[in-house]
């Protein structure tokens, strides 16, 4: 199974490379689901990995892959400006999930 990468920066693209993650960089909501099909016609591509930017701009598209899709398995990842969650988002989530304050 490989990865790929699907992100809205160069920098975050050059260094997955470096690591052997083949990926592309697109910017519009027309790119971003022209990139996922691909990724979906191959049946090599098990880890979809995308920059959390994404996950804000589109969610509708971001969220019909991981809900309608077994593979590949969708990671949103931070970019190098990093992560667009609050800092204590672990607590918030587990305060939330059930419902008592730690």
């Known amino acids: 199974m490989k990865m790929y990468l699907i992100s809205d920066n160069i920098d975050t693209y050059t260094g997955m490379r470096l690591?052997?993650?083949?990926?592309?960089?697109?910017h519009?909501?027309?790119e971003l689901k022209a990139e996922i099909d691909k990724v979906l016609a191959d049946k090599?591509?098990?880890?979809l990995l995308l920059t959390?930017?994404?996950?804000?701009?589109?969610?509708?598209?971001?969220?019909?892959v991981k809900l309608n899709c077994k593979v590949p398995l969708v990671v949103e990842i931070p970019d190098r400006h990093g992560t667009g969650r609050r800092s204590d988002f672990i607590t918030a989530y587990v305060n939330e999930a059930i419902g008592i304050k730690l």
């Not at 690591?19 to 697109?26: D, I, K, L, R, S």
């Open 52 to 64: 959390e930017k994404f996950g804000r701009d589109f969610p509708d598209v971001v969220n019909n």
């Open 19 to 26: 690591a052997g993650v083949e990926g592309a960089v697109v």
């Open 28 to 30: 519009e909501k027309q």
């Open 44 to 47: 090599e591509i098990g880890i």
